[in-house]
């Protein structure tokens, strides 16, 4: 039987993380399937959380596709853009950074507690999370997301009928996923690319 985790086109466990880094191309594949996880939430509200990584996702790969000798890995990328004037890709891979780590905290919450809420679980993540970073205007919308959530066993019943397949899958592809979020916030934080107008 098929699941949500058999349907993308590259999962976080097969995203090599070398001396070097995280490998752009296999990172930005695996992040346009998370993306498309929230298409299983269900609500239009989700849109403004889709949008904002689609972008991001966007200014990375148009740095890549610009000099792909230059950004093999993501932190290549961010490192070989900082002699420039203008650094939309470390810009746009701290906010996608950020939208990743929201959703690796709600996903963690979500398999560890089984009788928590989806509503629950991306509320919480979103408070320690992103909102610290949201002005007055974004709050709302994704408060209005938060709200918007599926119940716990209709979402785990998307990502496919076998949930004995979808647990043991769900926790290998977390984990990877955890793994990248984890490298990228130290990253950020031991190079100080999170400081300035970001």
Not at 39 to 57: E, H, P, T
Not at 79 to 105: C, D, H, M, Y
Not at 116 to 138: C, D, N, Q, R, W
């Amino acid at each position: 039987m098929t699941t949500y985790f058999d349907t993308i086109q590259r999962n976080y466990t097969d995203v090599p993380i070398t001396e070097d880094g995280i490998e752009t191309i296999p990172f930005l594949e695996a992040t346009d399937g998370l993306v498309k996880l929230f298409d299983l939430l269900g609500s239009k509200a989700f849109n403004v959380v889709q949008n904002d990584m689609n972008g991001n996702i966007e200014k990375i790969r148009k740095r890549y596709d610009a000099d792909p000798s230059k950004s093999p890995t993501l932190e290549k990328l961010v490192i070989n853009e900082q002699s420039e004037k203008k650094r939309p890709a470390t810009e746009g891979l701290l906010w996608l950074k950020r939208g990743l780590e929201f959703t690796s905290v709600a996903l963690r919450r979500s398999i560890n507690d089984e009788s928590e809420e989806l509503s629950v679980s991306f509320t919480e993540a979103y408070g320690g999370t992103l909102k610290p970073f949201h002005g007055m205007v974004v709050r709302p919308i994704f408060a209005l997301a938060m709200k918007a959530c599926p119940y716990r066993k209709d979402f785990f019943q998307k990502l496919g009928d076998d949930q004995e397949k979808v647990k043991q899958q769900y926790e290998e592809w977390l984990l990877a996923f955890e793994k990248v979020v984890e490298r990228l916030n130290n990253f950020y934080a031991e190079g100080g690319y999170d400081k300035g107008k970001f």
